[in-house]
């Protein structure tokens, strides 16, 4: 649960100056942080998956390889696009391997 961006932190995401990367699964914003660990917010609407089950499937399984990336003192904003609900397992690893790429946040 520490690892987890409050809700209220989202909306911080719209203007910041952090780093923002759009790939093919997914959309990922990142930003420092004053807590000193990194903090992340899963998004994945009923546009990419209609049912309520595969939705919290995708959150669960991102939320375990986001939990993997190395430690960058940062709060990262992870929006799932259509593609990842189509392929998961490649979006998984792909997101997976992600982590050393945001190492050096900003």
Known sequence: RRMRLPREEFS??????GRRDALPYFLIKA?????GHNRFGIVVGSAVVRQ???????????RNAVARW???KS????IARPAASAHPRDALSYLA?????????Q
């Open 31 to 35: 930003k420092r942080n004053t807590v």
């Open 12 to 17: 911080k995401f719209a203007g910041c100056r």
């Open 97 to 105: 391997k992600l982590g050393y790429v945001f190492r050096d946040n």
């Open 52 to 62: 309520s089950t595969r939705r919290n499937f995708l959150k669960r399984h991102i």
């Open 70 to 72: 190395p430690e960058s």
């Open 75 to 78: 709060d990262f904003l992870v």
